[in-house]
């Protein structure tokens, strides 16, 4: 079992930058690929980023590269997601996902997730 804990999540400014973090516990997050994912209020979830289990590998919406990174630090068993640039569209309830196989952008193809942080960009 893997359980997972996001923070970084807040109100900010239209052109702001916030990172959110996913800490794990239960067992290494070694050997899951990740994937963060977002909620906005009366849409359906969406992929974001993922990231293999090495971190040598990512893939992101196409609509969020160049803005959105992710990495992930093993040795401290989190994961990060960079967001630069945030617009009010990218307001959202944003979720970190653990998947034992490598990535992937479907949401129902991880096994463990996270409750979520909040990110309000305003105007």
């Known amino acids: 079992q893997v359980h997972l804990v996001e923070s970084g999540g807040g109100f900010v400014q239209a052109g702001d930058s916030l990172s959110l973090s996913c800490a794990a516990s239960?067992?290494?997050?070694?050997?899951?690929?990740m994937g963060w994912f977002r909620q906005a209020p009366g849409k359906e979830r969406e992929f974001v980023a993922t990231?293999?289990?090495?971190?040598?590998?990512?893939a992101y919406a196409d609509s969020l590269k160049g803005r959105f990174t992710i990495s992930r630090t093993n040795a401290k068993n989190t994961v990060h997601l960079r967001m630069n640039n945030l617009k009010p569209d990218d307001t959202a309830v944003y979720y970190c996902?653990?998947?034992?196989?490598?990535?992937?952008?479907?949401?129902?193809?991880?096994?463990?997730w996270g409750q979520g942080t909040q990110v309000t960009v305003s105007s």
């Open positions: 239960g067992r290494p997050l070694s050997s899951y690929a």
């Open positions: 990231i293999s289990w090495s971190g040598g590998n990512t």
């Open positions: 996902a653990a998947r034992w196989d490598g990535t992937s952008r479907h949401g129902d193809e991880y096994e463990y």
